[in-house]
Nanobody
């Protein structure tokens, strides 16, 4: 059974950096697009950045351009999100997700409940 497990969240000061990890098991990550999404309680979930099976990167959120980078370690079957120059508005729960049925994760701006989701990792940017 496919499973995604995020880690790496925490409390960081504005301007700081964090690297989130998303460990995949039960399937080969390279065969499907996979993305990072985030959600603030009480607000709609939003897509942040995604990488397709052909390595094409889609940045959904303009505010993270130049600050967030998505990449994979194929040997570890793990996805990463490198976040730099973090801002208070980046505070959210971050999730990784993939669509193992139709491979639409990188064509879905806000994700879909039928995707395979991780449990999320909290990122808090505050002084």
């Amino acid at each position: 059974q496919a499973r995604l497990v995020e880690s790496g969240g925490g409390l960081v000061q504005p301007g700081g950096s964090l690297r989130l990890s998303c460990k995949a098991s039960g399937y080969t990550m390279d065969y499907y697009g996979i993305g990072w999404f985030r959600q603030v309680p009480g607000k709609e979930r939003e897509g942040v950045i995604c990488i397709s099976s052909s390595e094409e990167v889609t940045v959904y959120e303009d505010s993270v351009k130049g600050r967030f980078t998505i990449f994979k370690n194929r040997a570890m079957n793990t996805l990463y999100l490198q976040m730099t120059n973090l801002k208070p508005e980046d505070t959210a729960i971050y999730y990784c997700a993939t669509d193992l049925d139709f491979d639409t994760a990188c064509r879905s701006r806000n994700g879909d409940s039928r995707f395979t989701w991780g449990q999320g990792t909290q990122v808090t940017v505050s002084s």
